[in-house]
């Protein structure tokens, strides 16, 4: 080994001991029979001595688009080191028959603990199928379920009643992030569009929460951006006293700030320190928030992954510049590997002071005209389902 090496070698071990988290990544499942595979793994926390952490997550018809089936859960009372076989709650979170041989499902779907009523809650969208494919002007609405822990059972998801407005014809808390507010009022970032419109707008919900029923409050403003198909996918976090919105671009990620969570500033393109594009595009990202530090997940172009769809891999990690809104290129950390399969629809899950974390699925398919990965794929992918514990040594 060279010194260069060496050196280098040396640099890298420093720069890990000045993080301030340790990063541990854990299997939940793998393999899968290049069918359909599971996507959309995520977690909420029940709090307790060891938490329980309980994931929902469905699987995709490989040679669809977007083709959901019935929720499942998994769940862990050792911080991840063994888990439940998945549980297929057909009856509760499955498909639905409408008129016309319509069928709606519920996706998109993240359980989050309300602390207030001491219930994990779940709120994702609908989606509508005519003959396994996605109607292209269909109506979603927000959709929500209650896990009771006694029975490992969730309630049948619901539809939040909203305003009888045009411009929500179409919107949804689907993949989203919210933070419940120490009064139990929950404020849920959403997307939305009226019938026909191009373009997708975001706002902030202000919702109400029995420990039964989802309720609509109020919202704040409208953000719009002409470009693609608008904004969509927003998450929400706060840190430090001060709200902050990440938004989905087909051509780049954009970020958003509010002193009361619900009025937010014009989008702000995500980009470097250095003012050069972060490199995110087209896919969601999420906040990682400790103390007064606040961290961004997201996927990048430039990092060797042209052959990832959409460059959806791997999950990175970076410390956000709170007072200019920029990406610290530097704290920069993989959180999960890329082995050819994207993993840009992942969540984050508080577990507890000490510990955060970020689940993920292989999603595999990949750009056409074959879209299916093979289970005996040259990179290794394998339909894994992942969490990256994020262990903070403050917290020791």
């Not at 000045?18 to 990063?23: D, S």
């Not at 469905?58 to 089936?69: M, P």
Request: with cysteine; hydrophobic share 35%.
């Amino acid at each position: 080994m060279t010194r260069l090496s060496l050196l280098l070698l040396a640099l890298s071990a420093t720069l890990r001991a000045a993080e301030p988290y340790e990063l541990r990544l854990e299997t939940v499942t793998r393999g899968y029979d290049g069918k359909t595979c599971w996507v959309h793994p995520r977690a909420g926390a029940i709090p307790g001595p060891t938490p329980q952490v309980v994931m929902t997550m469905q699987k995709l018809l490989l040679t669809g688009s977007d083709v959901f089936y019935a929720l499942n859960h998994v769940s862990s009372s050792d911080f991840g080191q063994t888990w439940t076989q998945p549980v297929e709650h057909g009856e509760t979170l499955g498909r639905r028959e409408e008129p016309g041989g319509v069928i709606v499902a519920a996706c998109d779907f993240t359980p989050k603990w309300h602390a207030k009523t001491g219930k994990l809650l779940g709120t994702g969208h609908t989606v509508r199928y005519q003959g396994d494919k996605v109607i292209h002007d269909r109506p979603r609405e927000t959709c929500f379920s209650v896990f009771d822990p006694k029975t490992s059972t969730w309630t049948p998801w619901q539809m939040m009643d909203m305003p009888k407005e045009a411009k929500f014809f179409n919107a949804g808390a689907g993949s989203v992030q919210r933070f419940d507010l120490e009064n139990g009022d929950i404020l849920l970032p959403i997307y939305f569009k009226a019938k026909e419109d191009k373009y997708y707008r975001v706002t902030v919900l202000r919702c109400g929460f029995d420990g039964r029923t989802l309720r609509y409050l109020e919202q704040g403003n409208d953000l719009g951006l002409e470009s693609g198909r608008g904004v969509y996918e927003p998450s929400l976090t706060r840190c430090a006293g001060r709200f902050y919105l990440t938004l989905r671009n087909d051509t780049a990620g954009y970020v958003s700030v509010s002193d009361d969570g619900l009025h937010f500033s014009e989008p702000k393109k995500w980009c470097w320190t250095d003012g050069s594009d972060l490199g995110n595009y087209n896919t969601q990202q999420h906040w990682v928030t400790h103390k007064d530090r606040l961290y961004l997940v997201y996927t990048r172009r430039g990092a060797n992954n042209d052959h990832v769809f959409r460059h959806r891999a791997p999950l990175f990690m970076a410390e956000v510049d709170q007072a200019t809104l920029t990406v610290k290129r530097d704290t920069e950390r993989i959180l999960v590997p890329e082995r050819g399969a994207r993993l840009g629809n992942f969540a984050v899950c508080e577990v507890s002071e000490n510990e955060t974390w970020v689940t993920v699925a292989e999603w595999m398919q990949k750009n056409g005209p074959d879209i299916v990965i093979k289970p005996d794929n040259s990179y290794g992918a394998d339909n894994s389902v992942f969490a990256a514990r994020i262990l903070w040594k403050d917290a020791r």
